[in-house]
């Protein structure tokens, strides 16, 4: 009785780690059959579209994931990348600055932004949700103030080839997507540093009392997060061809409903960066193949709503589970 029992207990923890992939590959054999979106659904170049499309999210939500790590939302990355964008964007065209200056000047923003929100939350203790949800409004006002509401055209063609260009097929910004999850994943999963924010999400003062920094970790997350920020934003300079009048807030809900919905994955209960490109995947996949089945614009938002609905509902569910 006790082996059954094991053996049972097994198979729902790899249920519970493999559900939301098992749930992926089935979402891409659905709209594989489907009539209506067979013929194009796994084609190359949809796929190729989805996923350079997608590159931009799934930096965001890489973004997202840090701070939520240690348990603060951090709900100024659209904003951030936006920003980032329209600095890396402004410089090039409008200053005529070298595409690397633009590029370092783009990731410092970043880097600057993270630091504010990470002073903001760490050192004046205030709550993350609105500090961050602060700098976003501001944010937001100063690109309206720079822009007039208008786009920045980009005119540098290494950047605009970079954004649209491939290599062996790929999408080249997916190249940058790679390289940047690989160094999360290492950082967060493999290193001691990785493990010490992990432990202070998952219990605050009992952190403290072992003698871990809180505070300088929480700070390093946001700065984390900024950077990260940053990079999306140059990627998404080069993939629109400029830069945009947004606050980023179409960004930044479907990259915290990714956040959610991958720490369901691989590790239940914790956010993880495998676990975030598969959920950046699934919502790509299901609103990709919902718009090639012919479904109407609006079903992109309801969507990605109730994504985010269910996936902050089961999170929250695994972490009590956890923790009981």
Same mark, same amino acid.
């Given at each position: 009785?006790?082996?059954?029992?094991?053996?049972?207990?097994?198979?729902?923890?790899?249920?519970?780690?493999?559900?939301?992939?098992?749930?992926?590959?089935?979402?891409?054999?659905?709209?594989?059959?489907?009539?209506?979106?067979?013929?194009?659904?796994?084609?190359?170049?949809?796929?190729?579209?989805?996923?350079?499309?997608?590159?931009?999210?799934?930096?965001?939500?890489?973004?997202?994931?840090?701070?939520?790590?240690?348990?603060?939302?951090?709900?100024?990355?659209? &904003?951030?990348?936006?920003?980032?964008?329209?600095?890396?964007?402004?410089?090039?065209?409008?200053?005529?600055?070298?595409?690397?200056?633009?590029?370092?000047?783009?990731?410092?923003?970043?880097?600057?932004?993270?630091?504010?929100?990470?002073?903001?939350?760490?050192?004046?203790?205030?709550?993350?949700?609105?500090?961050?949800?602060?700098?976003?409004?501001?944010?937001?006002?100063?690109?309206?103030?720079?822009?007039?509401?208008?786009?920045?055209?980009?005119?540098?063609?290494?950047?605009?080839?970079?954004?649209?260009?491939?290599?062996?097929?790929?999408?080249?910004?997916?190249?940058?997507?790679?390289?940047?999850?690989?160094?999360?994943?290492?950082?967060?999963?493999?290193?001691?540093?990785?493990?010490?924010?992990?432990?202070?999400?998952?219990?605050?003062?009992?952190?403290?009392?072992?003698?871990?920094?809180?505070?300088?970790?929480?700070?390093?997350?946001?700065?984390?997060?900024?950077?990260?920020?940053?990079?999306?934003?140059?990627?998404?300079?080069?993939?629109?061809?400029?830069?945009?009048? /947004?606050?980023?807030?179409?960004?930044?809900?479907?990259?915290?409903? &990714?956040?959610?919905?991958?720490?369901?994955?691989?590790?239940?209960?914790?956010?993880?960066?495998?676990?975030?490109?598969?959920?950046?995947?699934?919502?790509?996949?299901?609103?990709?193949?919902?718009?090639?089945?012919?479904?109407?614009?609006?079903? /992109?938002?309801?969507?990605?709503?109730?994504?985010?609905?269910?996936?902050?509902?089961?999170?929250?569910?695994?972490?009590?589970?956890?923790?009981?």
């Amino acid at each position: 009785m006790t082996a059954v029992v094991g053996a049972r207990h097994r198979w729902a923890l790899w249920a519970e780690r493999l559900g939301l992939p098992v749930l992926l590959l089935l979402i891409i054999a659905f709209f594989s059959i489907l009539p209506a979106s067979g013929k194009t659904f796994l084609t190359g170049q949809n796929i190729g579209v989805v996923l350079a499309n997608q590159s931009v999210l799934l930096l965001v939500a890489l973004a997202v994931m840090i701070p939520l790590l240690t348990g603060s939302f951090d709900f100024s990355v659209g &904003a951030t990348a936006v920003t980032c964008g329209l600095v890396c964007t402004a410089l090039s065209t409008h200053a005529g600055l070298p595409l690397w200056v633009c590029i370092a000047a783009a990731v410092l923003t970043g880097a600057v932004i993270g630091t504010i929100n990470g002073l903001l939350v760490s050192l004046l203790d205030l709550n993350a949700f609105v500090s961050t949800l602060g700098v976003a409004t501001l944010l937001g006002g100063l690109i309206q103030w720079y822009t007039h509401g208008q786009p920045i055209i980009l005119t540098d063609t290494a950047m605009l080839s970079f954004g649209s260009g491939r290599v062996w097929g790929i999408p080249r910004v997916l190249l940058v997507v790679v390289v940047v999850a690989a160094a999360v994943w290492f950082l967060l999963g493999a290193t001691a540093y990785g493990r010490r924010m992990s432990a202070v999400g998952a219990n605050p003062r009992a952190a403290v009392l072992v003698g871990l920094p809180r505070r300088r970790l929480v700070a390093s997350a946001f700065i984390l997060s900024g950077l990260i920020g940053g990079i999306a934003g140059i990627v998404l300079s080069a993939r629109t061809g400029g830069a945009n009048p /947004d606050t980023g807030m179409g960004l930044l809900f479907p990259a915290l409903a &990714a956040a959610f919905l991958g720490s369901t994955a691989f590790s239940p209960g914790r956010f993880n960066t495998p676990g975030t490109i598969v959920g950046v995947l699934f919502l790509a996949v299901s609103v990709s193949g919902l718009t090639l089945a012919g479904a109407q614009n609006w079903v /992109d938002g309801v969507f990605n709503g109730l994504a985010l609905i269910a996936a902050v509902v089961l999170s929250t569910a695994l972490r009590r589970s956890m923790s009981g």
